[in-house]
């Protein structure tokens, strides 16, 4: 009798339930006038009619008695797998995440003696030159294929990907708020496990070491101690550590990274780009949950993205399916500029900031102006927006994949927290037993009403979330958690994680220095 209830309760959520993600956007807006990006996501996301206000030329200027404004939350039932059961993952990933914005936060402020930044373009625009003998039959935009993480009990998504030759499979985690791609090498004298064998680089025939004397060499951090280079075919050693204790050793070289493209005809196809710079990892350690390393996004010289420019162009983007997305679906990275993407009506673009703007150069970092709950602009001193330059450089905004949760500081979470319990009229929860916080008891329902949330940029552009992205589902408790957190002790950051980036199209467009977004349903690009 029970197993029969439970089965009549599934099927009527599974009848009532549509995602926010089912929105067809281009077929909803074809005929229609071009719309703000407020405008159109009020339309998609609301069965009833908001009301706005809004200065007469059309500037997305919101004023301060501005009407509460609020979006419905869909509530779903998601196949149970080991490592993603809610309470557990949702540990994982605000642990994680914590630990990260430690490291991000030491990278920015620990003062290193090692090259300029100006000396690191030179070396790398020299080195990245020399690729474009690789340039072949690119054109337009190309393909690959991302999973989530979920099903293993992480926030991330991974990139398949094909290392040497003969081509060793690997699966790296995608990273745009890191320059260095590594993987783990054999022989491994202290590595976490991962799924498939260790790549040998013995076995490669297209594999070349770095010199220690290569000025190339100059692009990475050294162990510590730093051992002397006394001969001319010494390999570059390499050392990268993370707050938690995780750290990757091994050579500095250089490799064949072949990407398993997938064109618009559905057709697989296997580009190789020869003598990529990236890190081959003898000691490695940390929670890497069976990724064979990680793909550096980041705007650095050693990035993935950036020694390939000559190649793919100046832009990238991906556009990531719910994280419990079932595992037949697949979120998807595009390297190359796609003209479709920018003509978009619903893309809307806010700048990049850049050299002296900024403390790093691996960041994507933007500039926030306010934050939106409910329709109400919050009282946020503009001074929580900027890096602070003095004493220990840190602060700012930046969008990363590799962080799942969104994380914004001192007291600023404080205002946004207050503002959505504010807002919200059920049963609040005792957060004692979630690691996120407010949390909500939504027993019962097939959905609930929640305050938008939205921000506003210094240059005027506008970002509106549906509440799958900025709310997480305790599912077998019945209960909600607002998944925006405080920025752990002495971290200014702001950090848009990849969980507020679900079904958006984001275009990072390096050549106009501007990251791109438009809602999409990822799982059909």
């Known amino acids: 009798m029970k197993v029969y209830l439970i089965l009549v309760l599934f099927s009527v959520f599974y009848v009532t339930f549509k995602t926010y993600t089912e929105v067809d956007y281009q077929n909803d807006h074809t005929n229609d006038p071009t719309l703000t990006n407020v405008e159109s996501y009020t339309k998609a996301t609301s069965s009833e009619p908001t009301s706005l206000n809004k200065e007469e030329d059309g500037v997305d200027d919101i004023s301060e008695n501005a009407h509460q404004r609020s979006t419905i939350l869909r509530l779903r039932r998601r196949p149970m797998n080991h490592g993603n059961e809610p309470k557990t993952l949702a540990l994982n990933l605000a642990t994680r995440d914590l630990v990260r914005i430690q490291t991000l936060h030491r990278k920015v402020t620990e003062k290193k003696e090692s090259v300029s930044i100006q000396q690191q373009n030179s070396l790398s625009n020299a080195f990245i030159a020399s690729l474009e003998s690789t340039k072949d039959d690119f054109s337009g935009s190309i393909m690959a294929t991302l999973k989530s993480g979920a099903s293993v009990g992480t926030g991330e998504y991974f990139i398949d990907m094909f290392v040497g030759t003969p081509p060793k499979h690997v699966w790296l985690i995608l990273d745009t708020g890191s320059d260095l791609s590594w993987i783990q090498c054999d022989p491994c004298y202290d590595c976490f496990e991962q799924n498939g064998p260790l790549y040998n680089p013995k076995n490669s025939s297209s594999y070349r070491n770095i ?6 060499c100059q692009l990475v951090s050294s162990p510590d101690p730093l051992q002397p280079c006394k001969v001319e075919n010494q390999t570059c050693p390499y050392f990268y550590e993370y707050a938690d204790g995780s750290n990757t050793t091994g050579d ?14 559905g057709k697989e196809k296997f580009k190789p780009a020869v003598d990529v710079m990236f890190g081959c990892g003898h ?9 064979s390393g990680l793909l550096g996004l980041g705007r650095g010289p050693v990035s993935f993205f950036s020694q390939l420019q000559s190649i793919y162009g100046h832009s990238f983007s991906y556009c990531l399916t719910d994280l419990f997305s079932n595992s037949s679906t697949s979120s998807k990275l595009v390297f190359g500029e796609d003209k479709e993407l920018l003509n978009n009506h619903n893309m809307n673009f806010t700048s990049f900031l850049a050299g002296e703007e900024t403390p790093d150069d691996t960041f994507y970092y933007l500039q926030i102006k306010s934050i939106m709950v409910g329709g109400e602009r919050l009282d946020i001193p503009e001074q929580s927006w900027h890096w602070l330059s003095e004493g220990a450089a840190s602060g700012g905004t930046i969008i990363d994949s590799g962080s799942t949760l969104t994380f914004f500081p001192d007291p600023v979470y404080g205002i946004i927290k207050e503002a959505f319990e504010k807002n919200i009229k059920l049963q609040q929860v005792a957060a004692d037993d979630f690691i996120m916080a407010p949390c909500y008891n939504v027993s019962g329902a097939l959905q609930v009403e929640l305050p938008d949330f939205g921000i506003h940029f210094a240059d005027g552009a506008v970002w509106n979330f549906p509440a ?12 909600i ?32 220095s501007r990251l791109g977004y438009s809602p999409r349903r990822c799982a059909e690009v």
């Not at 799958?468 to 209960?479: G, I």
């Open 211 to 216: 010199s220690c004397y290569d000025p190339l």
């Open 252 to 265: 500095f070289a250089l490799e064949k990274f072949t990407v398993n493209f997938t064109w618009p005809n």
């Open 283 to 291: 000691w490695n350690k940390g929670f890497f949950h069976g990724a």
């Open 468 to 479: 799958e992205n900025y709310f997480y589902q305790y599912e077998l408790d019945e209960v």
């Open 481 to 512: 958690c607002l998944a925006i957190m405080g920025s752990p002790h002495h971290s200014h950051f702001t950090i848009i994680g990849n969980l507020l980036q679900q079904n958006f199209h984001i275009l990072y467009d390096m050549k106009r």
